[in-house]
């Protein structure tokens, strides 16, 4: 019989929470440490146009919000997780945005009366 060795260490099984500071802006190391995402990952993201990072004149150095960050994480769940492709995860993106500015209409609507 095969003995199998059960790792009893807490932080071996533990996630990082993410408490960020407010207006802090995180670049692709620290944002790919916080999100257990590869920086080529987060590159793709970018390119396929689910999360727009503010890039930081003059050297053009991109740099992530705490909400890129949690889309970030998000996308990453869809992809890898539900095996979503990208063009998928973009339309559900689009279609929450959509969705939240016709709340948003509806909102001013009813306050407007």
Same mark, same amino acid.
């Given at each position: 019989?095969?003995?199998?060795?059960?790792?009893n260490?807490?932080?071996?099984?533990?996630?990082?929470i993410f408490?960020?500071?407010?207006g802090?802006l #995180?670049?692709l190391?620290?944002?790919?440490?916080?999100t257990?995402i590869?920086r080529?990952?987060?590159?793709?993201?970018?390119?396929?146009?689910?999360?727009h990072?503010?890039?930081?004149p003059?050297?053009g150095i991109?740099?992530f919000?705490?909400?890129a960050? #949690?889309?970030?994480?998000?996308?990453?769940?869809?992809h890898?997780?539900?095996? $979503?492709d990208?063009?998928w995860?973009?339309?559900?993106f689009?279609l929450?945005?959509e969705?939240?500015? $016709?709340?948003?209409?509806?909102?001013?609507l009813r306050n407007?009366?």
């Amino acid at each position: 019989m095969k003995k199998i060795k059960i790792n009893n260490d807490p932080s071996a099984c533990s996630l990082e929470i993410f408490h960020p500071r407010p207006g802090a802006l #995180y670049g692709l190391d620290v944002t790919a440490r916080l999100t257990g995402i590869s920086r080529r990952s987060i590159m793709i993201y970018c390119r396929a146009g689910l999360v727009h990072p503010v890039v930081q004149p003059p050297y053009g150095i991109l740099e992530f919000t705490e909400e890129a960050i #949690y889309a970030l994480r998000h996308i990453d769940t869809l992809h890898r997780t539900h095996g $979503l492709d990208l063009p998928w995860v973009k339309r559900l993106f689009d279609l929450h945005h959509e969705v939240e500015r $016709l709340r948003a209409e509806i909102r001013f609507l009813r306050n407007r009366d």
